[in-house]
């Protein structure tokens, strides 16, 4: 099946403690991204990447860093999580620079919690 | 940078009925994308209809229509025969096309929640 597969679906953690949050798709995607949906605010994009290796900031980068080694990982780390990182994060692709024949799928989200 | 604004955080609608769903945008683009998207409580992010700018007729998708008012930067969503799985929350979504950056990113609106009344 194809899907976009985050982990771990919930996280609590404490501030300063070092976290990775998984994405890994299986469908050949070049293009993949994280969001953060906050009450009000909606989904606001973290960090995106084009293809392997190739990875830019989207509107709220500060805090998070992403790699991409390999095309259907594109993990997101918290190198110092603060409280105000506490969010619902989202993991999406698309086959290429998406738009009305490439749509974006969604995982199904990682509930974030920084006590 | 573009901006998209939902102004209802929350409707409520009888089943059977119809509903429609506000969005604006602020842009000085002329050709762009524009999405709904779906997420109701298991947290899915799911595609309900999209349209290109440059085409005047609005999109359709079986219950899901759009109206789009280029001129006026409007793009609202009509639910009809409304459904108790349509509750959810809705978010509008533009994007710009490419070339450049701003092409690969989605601007998403804060989110109207629906809620259906069986």
């Known amino acids: 099946e194809a899907q976009v597969t985050q982990n771990p679906r919930y996280l609590i953690t404490v501030t300063g403690k070092k976290l990775t949050v998984t994405c890994s798709q299986n469908?050949?995607?070049?293009?993949m991204s994280w969001y953060r949906q906050d009450p009000g605010l909606g989904l606001r994009q973290i960090y995106y990447s084009m293809n392997v290796e190739v990875t830019d900031k989207g509107d709220v980068p500060e805090g998070y860093k992403v790699s991409r080694k390999e095309k259907r990982n594109f993990p997101l780390i918290l190198e110092s999580p603060s409280p105000n990182q506490t969010s619902l994060y989202f993991c999406a692709s698309s086959l290429g620079v998406f738009g009305l024949r490439s749509p974006l799928h969604f995982g199904n989200g990682t509930r974030l919690t920084v006590t | 940078a573009q901006t998209v604004t939902q102004s209802q955080p929350e409707m409520s609608v009888q089943e059977a009925e119809t509903v429609t769903l506000s969005c604006t945008y602020d842009?000085?683009?002329?050709?762009?994308?524009l999405f709904w998207y779906k997420q109701p409580p298991s947290r899915q992010m799911i595609l309900v209809i999209r349209?290109?700018?440059?085409?005047?007729q609005n999109a359709t998708e079986n219950r899901f229509s759009v109206n789009f008012q280029k001129a006026a930067k409007s793009f609202s969503l009509k639910i009809s025969d409304s459904q108790l799985g349509d509750a959810a929350m809705y978010f509008c979504a533009y994007r710009s096309l490419p070339p450049g950056n701003a092409g690969n990113m989605l601007t998403f609106g804060g989110g109207t929640r629906l809620m259906v009344k069986p």
């Open positions: 469908m050949n995607h070049e293009y």
């Open positions: 842009t000085s683009e002329s050709d762009y994308y």
């Open positions: 349209q290109e700018a440059y085409k005047q």
